[in-house]
C-alpha cells in the first residue's frame, strides 16, 4: 500500500472508533431511530472528508485526534446527507455502500428522522467543549458547517440537482450545482483544520482554491464512475445520472473530455497549494486519490 | 384583548421580521428551495417558543431583541419538524396553518430539503456573534438546540409516536413520548432565556420544571383540540390521533381525566415559579394560555 492508502485505512478506522462513541447506543422507546442512524454512519464509506480535516489541520500543527472529533462531525452531515437523498422521494437509491439503502432497511419515515437526528448531533458534536478550548473557535466551526451544509450549500445544490432531471443546465449551472452539493461540505472540511489550527488568512485563501478544485474533481470522478465504473466496486447504483437525464460535466464534455479537466484541476489545485508549506505533499496526494479511485 | 394577547401579538410580529431577515430570498439556481423555507415558516404560528424564551429571559433582564433573534432559530427548528412531520411518510397531513402542508404546495422532495436547511439555519444563527457577544453562550446555546432537537430529543419522541400506531403504549410511554416530541424544544425555549441572562442554578432548575409541565399540557391541549376541537380554528386535520390508533394522554384518561390533568399539572407550574421573582406572571399567564388555546 502507498503512504497515502496506509493513513487513509488508519484515519477510516479512528473515524469509525470515534463515530461509534458520538453515536447513542441502540436502547430505549426510539431504539430503532438509534439503530437507523448508525447503520447509516457506521462500517463503511473511504471517511475522505475527515481526512480532508485531519490533512489540512497538520499544515497548522492541529493535532490529529482534535482533527478527528471534527472530521467526525462533517461525516455525521454527510451520512445524512446520503439517507436523505436516498430517499423515493429524492434519488430513489436501493443500494448504498454495498447495502441497502437506509429507508429500505428501516422504512422512509425512520430514514428521514435518522438524518434530522443526524444532521443534529453533528452541531451538537461541534459546540461542545471537548471539541477545542477555545469557544470562539467552536462557534466559527458550528457557523461554517451550517452554512456549507444548508441553503447555500450542499441542500441547495440537491435543490438544483433535483431540478436538472426537468430542465438542461449549462455548463455554468451544473459547475454551481456540483459547487455546492458536493463542494461547499469538501471546502468546509478543509477550512475546519484551518479554523482549528487558526491559520493566517493567506492560508486559508490558498486553502479554499485547492478545496474548490478538489470538490469538483471529485465530482467528475463520481460522474465518470457513474457512466464507466464498476458496480461491485462502488457499492451503489450507477447509470442513474444518464438515465435521468441529468446534467453533469461528464455529460456536457464527455468523458474524454471531462478526464482533460481532471488534468487541469490537478494544476490548478497544485499551484494554490505551493504557498503553503509543511504537509501539503498530503492534501496533493489526496487530490490523486479523488481523480484515480475506482469507488 | 388582555395583556397577555397583546404582548403575544406584539411578539408574533417582531418574530415574523426577524425570521424574514434570517430567511433567504428566493432568488438563483435554488429559488424553488428559498420559497418553500419561507412558505414554511412564514405568515403564521402563535411563534409560543419564541415568545416563551422572551418571557423567561425578561426574568433575567435580557434585552427582548436578543431573546427574539434566539426565538426565531428556535422556530426554524420547530417549522422544520412541522414541515418533516407532515410528509406522507410520516404523518400525511394535507394542511396546516390552515393551507396546504409544504410538500402539497412544492413536492416531497424539496419539502425534506427545504426542511433540512431550516434546521442548518438555526444553527448558523445561534453561532453568530450577532447572537450574544460571549462565544461561551452561543456555544451553550448550539449545544441546548442540538440536544433538544435530536434523538435525545424532538427526533427521539417522534420516532415513538410513529411506532405507537403499531403498539399499544402505556401511560408512562405515553408521558415519555411527548416530553421528548414537545416537552424537549419547549423545555430549550424557557431555557434559553436563562443561559442569555447566565441565570443562577437554582432558578435554571425551577424553570425546567416549569417548562415540563408547560411542555406536557400544551400536549394534552392539542391533543383535547383534535378531539374536540374545531378544524377552522386550528387550521390543520383532526380527528387524526384517533383514527390512527395513537395513545395519548387524551385517549388513556378521557377527555374529562386530561381536563384534571391540566389543573393538576398547572398546581405544580405555578409552585415551581413561586421561587422566581421579576416577570414571573408572565409565564403564568402563558401557561394558562397554553392549556385554554382554541387552536
Redesign the interface.
Known amino acids: 500500500m502507498t503512504t497515502l492508502a496506509v493513513a487513509l485505512a488508519t484515519n477510516a478506522e479512528a473515524i469509525e472508533l470515534e463515530l461509534d462513541r458520538m453515536l447513542?447506543v441502540a436502547d430505549g422507546?426510539?431504539a430503532?431511530?438509534?439503530a437507523a442512524?448508525r447503520y447509516a454512519t457506521l462500517g463503511g464509506g473511504k471517511r475522505l472528508r475527515p481526512f480532508l480535516v485531519v490533512a489540512s489541520g497538520a499544515l497548522f500543527d492541529v493535532p490529529a485526534a482534535q482533527a478527528r472529533r471534527v472530521g467526525a462531525a462533517v461525516e455525521l452531515v454527510h451520512s445524512?446527507?446520503l439517507v436523505?437523498d436516498d430517499?423515493p422521494?429524492?434519488d430513489d437509491a436501493l443500494t448504498r455502500r454495498g447495502r441497502p439503502s437506509c429507508h429500505r432497511r428501516f422504512?422512509?419515515?425512520?430514514a428521514?428522522?435518522a438524518?434530522?437526528?443526524l444532521?443534529?448531533?453533528a452541531?451538537?458534536v461541534?459546540?461542545?467543549?471537548a471539541t477545542h478550548p477555545?469557544?470562539?473557535i467552536?462557534?466559527?466551526l458550528?457557523?461554517g458547517?451550517?452554512?456549507a451544509?444548508?441553503?447555500?450549500g450542499m441542500?441547495?445544490?440537491?435543490?438544483?440537482d433535483?431540478?436538472a432531471e426537468q430542465r438542461r443546465l449549462t455548463m455554468e449551472?451544473v459547475l454551481?450545482?456540483q459547487r455546492?452539493k458536493t463542494g461547499a461540505l469538501i471546502g468546509y472540511a478543509c477550512e475546519a483544520g484551518a479554523i482549528l489550527g487558526a491559520a493566517p488568512p493567506d492560508a486559508r485563501k490558498a486553502l479554499r482554491g485547492y478545496a474548490a478544485d478538489l470538490g469538483l474533481a471529485f465530482q467528475i470522478q463520481d460522474d465518470l464512475l457513474d457512466v464507466t465504473g464498476d458496480a461491485a466496486l462502488t457499492g451503489k447504483d450507477l447509470g442513474r445520472d444518464e438515465a435521468a437525464g441529468k446534467a453533469t460535466v461528464v455529460a456536457l464534455l464527455g468523458p474524454e473530455g471531462a478526464r482533460a479537466r481532471l488534468a487541469e484541476l490537478r494544476a490548478s489545485a497544485y499551484g494554490h497549494l505551493r504557498g503553503i508549506g509543511g504537509e501539503a505533499h498530503l492534501l496533493r496526494e489526496v487530490f490523486d486519490f479523488a481523480i484515480s479511485r475506482l469507488n
Open positions: 447513542p422507546s426510539q430503532r431511530l438509534h442512524m445524512y446527507s436523505h430517499l422521494a429524492m422504512d422512509d419515515a425512520t428521514i428522522l438524518g434530522d437526528a444532521q443534529a448531533l452541531f451538537e461541534l459546540a461542545e467543549p477555545d469557544p470562539a467552536r462557534c466559527e458550528v457557523q458547517l451550517a452554512v451544509a444548508g441553503a447555500a441542500c441547495g445544490g440537491q435543490m438544483i433535483l431540478e449551472q454551481e450545482l455546492l
